[in-house]
């Protein structure tokens, strides 16, 4: 009986070692993540057979793969399975897509550190981090069926092809679908660790580069695609923690008793920094965060005002002591020194807020023991696949489930875990109630974690032949990386450079948000070029074709933006074209074209284009919809958006004083050209967004012949600017 | 506490809630009508918009004790029975959400617009649309949605 179907356990998953895949043991793991209300899921389960520790399929030839990313909008949910669909010759028609187990040996991609392995949906890096990752596992998964369909038949596997979920021996012209295969499923001892080589060609790639429809929009568009904030649990309970808007400020309630003495009102649970409630109801809980009157102590923030801490950050960026250098190439100074121009310049950039749409939330349940925990979570996961959740309870990793769900964005503030482990302390202190903490939309923008103030001074020197010989770029801001990310210029060919930091911290809650430092950095560096290029009477494509030299992806894309935005030709009257190159994972240069209303002193975005050089391209539409995304929250952030601090308090709460960009704000249309690339495929979601500051001030130096250098562009500082 | 009963989607729904709960915590919360989405609380940025007597009206500033006198309303839920009213097909066609947190709001705006007025201009798109946010960047892809619904003659259906 050799046809006896050998299904390997769910528990049992896929680790490859030198050079063969062996199947480990993992107890405790629960995969499947359902809905609570998805009884129907439940029974659909059951009927999945394991072809691999990614991949399930059922007799009639529905298969699921796991997408091991979060998906927050960015299109993980499809481009992850699609990349392995390819690999596997798998029908895309027939596949579903879930969560996989947050299981960092089985499902991380290569974290930062060689050999290290991360889930992290951080840095645009899920499609190029998980492209090796998916493509060998899904010839892991086609190589399975094959070697099924092989001993089913008694033929060599050699001699079997595969195409569209279909296994083929040509020899007897005989075929067998993969669900058909569930029955005689054998698992070999020994899967090939595929190399690259063994890898499909991507000239015959079927999947990757075409248009397909993201799979979970549908669900987007009636309502049922869930997010962590629409789970309900029986017997759930409500959390919220008042916490003030002086980062770090120590709560005392004055009216404890009040409060407990409330309609529903299960727990007051005091943190360092807040004051935490717990009642049967959302709206009980609310109501009664209102009326918690609390003291609160100093915090380290207390005298800082950030509109008053520009002409600080001057002198610092003034001082001769060089900060901590991010990258020096041959000799600045001596540049400097024989410069016969040079130019300096400081640019501004004020905090600024992820505004997510859907504000933070979890929804934690500690078993009554206090050994087990169950998580549901938007997050864009973390170093730790566990959350903290683990180390807070002190329990082992195995006895914490995470349940991702969808995020209503994340733009970096979903890399945090801090609203997990709030909603983890509550759930404790109540178990075994599950609790569903809800940060409000204040209680999101007053203890938000902001991209940070800074202030970057650019000195330019221009040598005899008109060339820019050196170029210092002196960042002053608060958050190491934060500022200092997107200071380096790889791709110019600049002799003499040196990128800096220089430290000050003022207290104030700082994250990545979408860019990280690229967006305050290139604006200082791309506008610089621009001064430059006025300054000297160069154009400004032409000067960074110069600087491009030696860069061929590079210059294809500012080559490619200028055809499509017609470059050459004049804007029409009251109109101007602004240029700006970016590296964040693509190469992408951007060009607007911009009006101004003079006596408004209201900036407009008539068009954007960009040229594109991604490497292969997983999903064209998809990445499109990144460029035009990243684009319209770059006009937002440039054109409007601005925290302010004051006497080291929050000064924006809502979305009436902190202002998005709205529809008719938006620009007449952004268009995308790819270049062609066969190389490895590389982050989109964060190019377009630093392009956006620089095109537009860049297009307002044409327009005007004034620069454009603090952020945000209100109405007010471009008046200013303008009758300056 | 006081009893509600609520007309919503053409069913009868009772709630027990206290005086002046948020119409949007009833549908999320006590109902389980989850599609609707809460972000801002002061009706700034429609995620929760619903119709109330088919006009669009956002939930969170809306107290139960106001809507519960036989006004039908209306959620995402209630649009379709299988997510196929021509205004979800078309923002299926144009794949319009990102993150999709605040699309159930735009597209109850959107089906109100078209109700309104079948062939919007794009500039009446725009105008009528303004009032719901969303931080993903996707509106022109929510344009390009709604001009497609209006050439398949949504306000027939």
Request: proline share 5%; hydrophobic share 40%.
């Amino acid at each position: 009986m050799s046809s006896v179907p050998k299904i390997v356990n769910r528990r049992e998953f896929l680790k490859t070692s030198s050079g063969v895949a062996l199947f480990i043991g993992v107890s405790g793991i629960l995969p499947q993540i359902i809905s609570c209300k998805d009884t129907k899921g439940i029974k659909e389960q059951l009927q999945k057979h394991d072809i691999t520790a990614w991949v399930q399929i059922t007799e009639d030839g529905e298969i699921t793969i796991y997408n091991p990313a979060a998906e927050m909008g960015q299109g993980s949910m499809t481009a992850l399975p699609l990349i392995f669909a390819e690999e596997m010759d798998a029908d895309w028609s027939m596949v579903k897509v879930e969560f996989s187990p947050q299981e960092v040996a089985v499902y991380g991609s290569e974290g930062w550190a060689p050999g290290s392995k991360l889930m992290f949906t951080v840095g645009s890096r899920s499609t190029n981090s998980y492209y090796p990752v998916m493509r060998k596992a899904g010839a892991q998964a086609r190589y399975v069926l094959l070697n099924s369909a092989a001993k089913h038949w008694e033929v060599p596997i050699s001699e079997l092809s595969s195409n569209n979920s279909t296994v083929l021996h040509a020899a007897t012209n005989r075929k067998i679908s993969y669900g058909e295969l569930v029955p005689v499923l054998a698992m070999p001892e020994i899967i090939p660790d595929f190399s690259p080589e063994q890898l499909k060609n991507p000239k015959d790639f079927q999947l990757i580069g075409n248009t397909i429809p993201r799979v979970e929009i549908p669900a987007k568009v009636d309502g049922t695609a869930q997010f962590a904030i629409d789970i309900k649990l029986p017997n759930m309970v409500y959390g919220v923690l008042e916490r003030g808007t002086l980062h770090g400020a120590k709560p005392t309630l004055t009216n404890e008793k009040e409060i407990l003495a409330m309609d529903g009102i299960l727990k007051i649970i005091p943190f360092d920094y807040a004051i935490g409630l717990v009642a049967d109801t959302l709206e009980k809980a609310l109501e009664a965060k209102k009326l918690l009157k609390i003291e609160w102590g100093d915090a380290q923030a207390i005298g800082y005002n950030s509109q008053e801490i520009y002409p600080t950050y001057e002198k610092i960026a003034g001082q001769r002591q060089t900060g901590k250098v991010v990258q020096e190439i041959g000799d600045v100074n001596a540049a400097m020194r024989s410069a016969t121009k040079s130019y300096m310049a400081d640019f501004k950039n004020d905090y600024v807020y992820h505004a997510q749409m859907e504000p933070l939330n979890a929804i934690v349940q500690v078993s009554a023991d206090l050994k087990s925990a169950e998580v549901w979570v938007g997050s864009q996961q973390g170093v730790d696949p566990k959350l903290g959740v683990p180390d807070l309870l002190g329990i082992p990793h195995e006895n914490v489930n995470i349940h991702l769900q969808y995020l209503g964005g994340g733009f970096g503030r979903r890399s945090m875990n801090d609203f997990v482990i709030e909603a983890t302390l509550l759930a404790k202190e109540i178990a075994p109630l599950p609790v569903k903490l809800i940060w409000t939309r204040e209680d999101d923008m007053g203890y938000g974690t902001f991209r940070p103030l800074s202030l970057q001074r650019m000195t330019a020197s221009v040598d005899k032949n008109g060339d820019i010989s050196g170029l210092s770029h002196s960042v002053v801001g608060d958050g190491g990386n934060l500022v200092a990310s997107g200071s380096r210029n790889d791709h110019y060919n600049i002799p003499n450079q040196l990128v800096e930091w220089r430290e000050a911290s003022h207290g104030v809650r700082l994250k990545h948000w979408r860019a990280v430092g690229h967006g305050p950095n290139k604006f200082a560096i791309e506008c610089m070029l621009d001064e430059v290029a006025l300054g000297q009477g160069i154009d400004p494509i032409e000067l960074r074709r110069k600087l491009m030299v030696k860069s061929p992806r590079a210059l294809a894309t500012l080559e490619r933006a200028s055809e499509i935005a017609d470059w050459n030709t004049p804007s029409k009257e009251g109109r101007a074209k602004g240029v700006a190159f970016v590296v964040h994972g693509s190469l992408g240069t951007g060009i607007c074209e911009i009006s101004v209303d003079r006596s408004t002193g209201k900036i407009k975005v008539h068009q954007f284009w960009i040229a594109l050089d991604a490497g292969i391209v997983v999903q064209p539409d998809n990445v499109r919809a990144q460029m035009e995304g990243g684009i319209i929250m770059g006009m937002s952030s440039v054109l409007k958006e601005q925290i302010t601090i004051e006497n080291g308090r929050v000064q924006q709460s809502n979305f009436h004083d902190y202002q998005l960009l709205r529809m008719q704000d938006i620009p007449e249309r952004i268009e995308t050209d790819f270049i062609a690339s066969a190389e490895r495929p590389e982050g989109v979601g964060e190019t377009a967004t630093p392009m956006v500051a620089c095109a537009i001030a860049n297009a307002f130096l044409q327009l005007t012949g004034k620069p454009l250098r603090h952020l945000p562009f209100t109405p007010d500082r471009v008046l200013q600017v303008l009758n300056s | 506490m006081a009893n509600f009963t609520l007309d919503i989607n053409n069913k009868r729904h009772e709630v027990e809630v206290a005086n002046g709960t948020s119409l949007l915590w009833v549908l999320r919360e006590h109902l389980g009508l989850t599609g609707t989405k809460y972000s801002c609380g002061i009706a700034q940025c429609g995620a929760c918009t619903i119709h109330i007597d088919n006009k669009p009206m956002k939930a969170c500033i809306l107290q139960v004790d106001d809507f519960a006198d036989g006004q039908k309303i209306k959620t995402i839920e209630g649009l379709s029975e299988k997510g196929d009213h021509p205004v979800q097909r078309a923002w299926i066609e144009a794949q319009a959400p990102q993150c999709g947190y605040c699309h159930s709001g735009q597209i109850m705006q959107a089906v109100a617009l078209l109700e309104e007025n079948p062939n919007p201009t794009k500039e009446e798109i725009k105008i009528y649309m303004n009032g719901i946010l969303c931080r993903c960047g996707t509106y022109l892809r929510i344009v390009k949605a709604i001009e497609l619904a209006s050439k398949s003659n949504v306000s027939t259906i």
